[in-house]
């Protein structure tokens, strides 16, 4: 545990800015009770601090001058080096230079240096399309080590960039990774092989869905109002998705499946272009494409069409409709 309180800055480049919308949602404690309680000091924030223009380029020279002490950089959004790896699509305002510039000048300076998002940690949304921009994340150019400060960098305290993958993140996957920090116990074991933190990526989305039963029998879904699993049809890759979000819910109880929404992995780099619509799940021979990953492909065609054999009544009924049609009987009790 740090004695003072550690010095953050967080900056936001080519991204929509729906992380730090998702952080400021955070609950139990709220934002600034978690910064406070984890001994977090907002050096500057663009959309949680009042400074602006002068006043924060003058921060951001003292960091670089050693004058402040940079505790831990966050960046959200992807940086963009186009056009010719110039960086000068995405300028700091109030400067002469490429906010990359600047990115890569404090990342120098900083004990820990977090991507906050799919966007800053791998390129995200925003490299999607052909990529017009040249964005790539900190670390990261989608699955490919290397991004902005190259496959070796490590700051100060000599780890790599921490990637808080999402899109957006949830709140408390920054708080309690930042938290972590604070405490002086994340380390590079605390990270998975794409740098994100485990402590929420060690879990898979499938994990708690209460699709699950559904699931057991492929009971699946036609139409994105049905209660059924959303994977056999509608592009659910909850099975191979690594976060929380069934049992960590979103906004004090939703989640994308809750929500009537397929996982569409956006904690995973090249999330963002499956090569196929989103709600829609690839097949060869009327067979899923991408089954779970444990999972051998005989298996999964052999206990899917035992399951889809053994089907309840209710589930197959109920897979379908956009509210519970049949419910569960009492054994023993006929009606
Ligand atoms: S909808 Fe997706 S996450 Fe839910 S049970 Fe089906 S495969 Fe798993
Ligand atoms: S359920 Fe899937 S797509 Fe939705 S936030 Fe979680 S990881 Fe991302």
Redesign the pocket.
């Known amino acids: 545990m740090h004695d003072q309180p550690l010095n953050m800055l967080w900056l936001q480049s080519g991204g929509c800015g729906g992380c730090t919308l998702s952080m400021m949602c955070a609950e139990s404690p709220e934002l600034f009770t978690s910064f406070e309680a984890a001994g977090i000091h907002v050096l500057w924030h663009p959309s949680l601090s009042e400074a602006s223009g002068n006043a924060v380029t003058q921060t951001l020279e003292a960091i670089i001058n050693d004058e402040v002490k940079l505790d831990i950089l966050c960046l959200e959004g992807a940086v963009v080096r186009g056009p010719n790896n110039t960086g000068k699509f995405h300028m700091m305002a109030g400067t002469s230079e490429p906010m990359m510039h600047w990115i890569k000048k404090l990342s120098l300076k900083a004990d820990y240096v977090i991507a906050v998002g799919t966007c800053a940690a791998y390129g995200g949304i925003t490299s999607g399309g052909g990529n017009p921009t040249d964005a790539c994340g900190m670390q990261y150019e989608g699955k490919r080590r290397g991004g902005l400060l190259g496959q070796d960098f490590r700051s100060v305290r000599k780890l790599s960039v921490v990637n808080i993958a999402g899109c957006p993140t949830h709140p408390n996957w920054v708080t309690e990774t930042l938290a972590q920090i604070v405490l002086g116990n994340f380390t590079e074991s605390n990270m998975d092989e794409f740098g994100r933190p485990r402590s929420y990526v060690d879990q898979l989305?499938?994990h708690g869905?209460p699709?699950?039963e559904?699931?057991e029998f492929k009971a699946s879904a036609k139409k994105p109002s049905d209660l059924g699993?959303?994977?056999e049809n509608l592009g659910?890759v909850?099975?191979q998705a690594h976060a929380d979000c069934?049992t960590r819910l979103w906004n004090g109880g939703g989640s994308c499946?809750r929500g009537d929404y397929?996982?569409v992995n956006c904690t995973a780099p090249g999330f963002e272009e499956p090569g196929h619509p989103f709600t829609e799940t690839p097949k060869i021979a009327g067979i899923p494409v991408g089954l779970p990953t444990d999972m051998p492909k005989a298996w999964f065609v052999a206990l899917a069409s035992l399951s889809k054999a053994a089907t309840p009544e209710r589930l197959k009924l109920n897979a379908v409709s956009d509210h519970v049609k049949v419910v569960q009987g009492i054994r023993g009790r006929t009606k």
């Open positions: 989305v499938h869905c699709r699950n559904y699931y699993c959303l994977m659910c909850g099975t069934n499946l397929p996982c």
